[in-house]
């Protein structure tokens, strides 16, 4: 049974927690979604255990943040909590070359990682966005995707070992640098995707790869999210190289960005129901680029009224990869937008992408959608043209319309950003009762006062 929650004597606490972090690192904690009463920021393992031992003893809840890129409200806190920032905690503490292992603290950034690894010739083997703020503590507890997963897998897949402290303040070390281990329970995994409210991720072993030498891009205008899955098999059995990232942007989405850019080319004209990008990696420029006219080519007998642009330098290969990553265009379009993040199996998603357009204009004529997202795994995007939130109706009729086909074919409402407070509502309804059952088991063994980022995942 969880402890009833506490009125702390806040003058107490904060002499407390400066106590430990420094009074410099214990703030009063301001902003529209953070109403705790201090933000407090230590600089080590030790010190963030001293911090959740002191909560713990006085009934004061925890709100972990990282680098507040989150999308489903999971860094909310209310008055009689506190926010413990991993800010302080951002140094990389060895990179092992020939192991293309790392082992970072939690406040480290992801595009940090990118340039440290990248003087060895690696990478983390993941790569989003929001890359120069979304720190890797709180990439692991949202099971981070991003756009290489469907080669490196999710950041489940990237983490050998970890540190973490749990809700009484008692510190989980299995800091492993190697692949196979068999000794017990891997419990890593539990705070992977938990978004804090199993304890608070500190340090992270993190496997990385080789980057490529060389990588050729090239933007298709299909006539079909099918026409896409063809041209990406193709990339995928292509005897050169590797398909490094495959993303899907559909008409009005690409139409956004291309106009807010100010992008334009004469020979590609915007007029094609879905737009893919394909980028292939390996080692000799020369045959990456041949690699990738192949493709065009092939795409083009199978479907002649298809356009393409080839990226003739590095220019103008970031240049067509800004029309993808340029999501902030979406909310400058259109305040607060409602977004989702789904993944659907990717023999469904043409289906799927018209039921949803044809089932939100249903509901009113006046919503639709912008999707975009990662093809090669099926991850969609979806962020609608409205500005703020929706009603409470019609929200629920939205996620009626965009939720209801994914469990019965295998798909997932959350495929990247999380629960947080935004979709736990949904997790009780669209989740086996079975899997709610184990989740809330584990929540009440680790975290029984209820005290680790409440109200998020699970009620």
Same mark, same amino acid.
């Given at each position: 049974?969880?402890r009833?929650?506490s009125?702390?004597?806040l $003058?107490a606490?904060?002499? !407390?927690?400066?106590? #430990?972090v420094?009074a &410099?690192y214990?703030r009063?904690a301001?902003?529209?979604?953070?109403? =705790?009463?201090f933000?407090?920021?230590p600089?080590?393992?030790a010190?963030v255990a %001293?911090?959740v031992t002191?909560c713990?003893a006085q009934g #004061?809840?925890?709100?972990?943040?990282?680098?507040h890129?989150?999308?489903v409200?999971?860094? $909310?806190?209310h008055?009689g909590q506190?926010?413990?920032s991993l800010t302080?905690? %951002?140094?990389?503490e =060895?990179?092992y070359?020939d192991e293309? *292992?790392?082992v970072v603290?939690a406040?480290v950034?992801l595009e940090?990682?990118q340039n440290? %690894?990248?003087a060895?010739?690696?990478?983390?083997?993941?790569?989003l966005?929001a890359?120069?703020?979304a720190?890797?503590?709180g990439m692991v507890?949202t @099971?981070?995707?991003g756009?290489m997963?469907?080669r490196?897998?999710v950041?489940?897949?990237?983490?050998?070992g970890?540190e973490?402290v749990?809700?009484d303040g008692t510190?989980y070390?299995d800091?492993?640098?190697?692949?196979?281990?068999?000794a017990?329970?891997?419990?890593k995994h539990?705070?992977v995707g938990a978004?804090?409210?199993?304890?608070?991720v500190?340090?992270?072993?993190?496997k990385?790869?080789p980057?490529?030498q060389?990588?050729?891009? #090239?933007?298709l205008?299909?006539?079909s999210?099918?026409a896409?899955?063809?041209?990406?098999s193709?990339?995928?059995?292509?005897?050169?190289?590797?398909?490094?990232?495959?993303?899907?942007?559909?008409?009005?989405?690409?139409?956004?960005?291309?106009?807010a850019q100010?992008w334009?080319?004469?020979s590609?004209p915007?007029?094609? &129901?879905?737009?893919?990008?394909?980028?292939?990696?390996?080692g @000799?420029?020369?045959?990456?680029?041949?690699?990738?006219?192949q493709?065009?080519?092939a795409?083009l007998?199978?479907?002649p009224t =298809?356009?393409g642009?080839?990226?003739?330098?590095?220019? $103008?290969?970031?240049?067509?990869?800004r029309?993808?990553?340029?999501?902030?265009q979406?909310?400058?379009?259109h305040?607060?937008?409602?977004?989702?993040?789904v993944?659907v199996p990717l023999? /469904?998603?043409? =289906?799927?992408v018209d039921?949803? *357009? @044809?089932?939100?204009a249903g509901?009113?004529g006046?919503?639709a959608?912008f999707?975009?997202?990662?093809l090669?795994?099926?991850?969609?995007?979806?962020?609608?043209?409205? @500005?703020?939130?929706?009603t409470?109706d019609l929200s629920?009729?939205v996620? /009626? *319309?965009?939720?209801?086909?994914l469990?019965a074919?295998?798909?997932?409402?959350s495929?990247?950003?999380?629960?947080g407070?935004k979709?736990m509502?949904y997790?009780?309804?669209?989740?086996?009762p079975g899997?709610?059952?184990a989740? !809330?088991?584990?929540k009440q063994a680790l975290?029984p006062?209820r005290?680790?980022?409440p109200?998020? *995942?699970?009620?």
């Amino acid at each position: 049974m969880a402890r009833p929650p506490s009125t702390p004597d806040l $003058q107490a606490l904060r002499h !407390a927690l400066s106590a #430990v972090v420094g009074a &410099p690192y214990v703030r009063d904690a301001v902003g529209p979604d953070h109403m =705790a009463d201090f933000l407090v920021l230590p600089g080590s393992t030790a010190e963030v255990a %001293a911090v959740v031992t002191i909560c713990h003893a006085q009934g #004061v809840s925890i709100v972990p943040q990282g680098g507040h890129t989150g999308l489903v409200g999971g860094c $909310q806190s209310h008055p009689g909590q506190i926010v413990l920032s991993l800010t302080r905690m %951002a140094q990389i503490e =060895a990179i092992y070359p020939d192991e293309r *292992v790392a082992v970072v603290q939690a406040g480290v950034a992801l595009e940090i990682l990118q340039n440290a %690894a990248l003087a060895y010739g690696l990478e983390p083997g993941i790569d989003l966005a929001a890359r120069g703020t979304a720190t890797i503590g709180g990439m692991v507890s949202t @099971n981070a995707g991003g756009i290489m997963a469907h080669r490196y897998g999710v950041m489940r897949h990237r983490v050998l070992g970890m540190e973490a402290v749990l809700p009484d303040g008692t510190i989980y070390s299995d800091m492993t640098r190697v692949v196979k281990n068999t000794a017990g329970y891997d419990l890593k995994h539990l705070f992977v995707g938990a978004e804090g409210t199993l304890g608070i991720v500190t340090r992270v072993v993190l496997k990385l790869e080789p980057v490529p030498q060389s990588t050729a891009t #090239v933007m298709l205008g299909l006539p079909s999210a099918a026409a896409a899955l063809e041209a990406i098999s193709l990339a995928l059995r292509s005897d050169v190289g590797h398909l490094r990232a495959a993303e899907g942007l559909w008409q009005p989405y690409i139409q956004l960005t291309a106009r807010a850019q100010g992008w334009a080319e004469p020979s590609f004209p915007l007029d094609q &129901p879905i737009c893919l990008l394909l980028m292939l990696g390996g080692g @000799n420029q020369a045959d990456l680029t041949e690699a990738i006219e192949q493709i065009f080519g092939a795409t083009l007998d199978r479907h002649p009224t =298809a356009t393409g642009i080839i990226a003739a330098s590095q220019r $103008q290969e970031a240049d067509l990869w800004r029309l993808r990553e340029d999501t902030d265009q979406l909310y400058r379009a259109h305040p607060g937008a409602p977004s989702y993040d789904v993944s659907v199996p990717l023999s /469904e998603i043409g =289906a799927y992408v018209d039921h949803v *357009v @044809n089932g939100l204009a249903g509901i009113d004529g006046g919503i639709a959608p912008f999707v975009f997202g990662h093809l090669a795994d099926g991850n969609l995007h979806i962020v609608l043209n409205r @500005n703020g939130p929706l009603t409470a109706d019609l929200s629920r009729a939205v996620e /009626e *319309v965009l939720y209801t086909p994914l469990r019965a074919f295998g798909g997932s409402f959350s495929a990247e950003h999380g629960v947080g407070v935004k979709r736990m509502s949904y997790l009780g309804t669209a989740t086996d009762p079975g899997k709610l059952r184990a989740m !809330a088991l584990v929540k009440q063994a680790l975290d029984p006062d209820r005290l680790m980022n409440p109200g998020k *995942v699970l009620p």
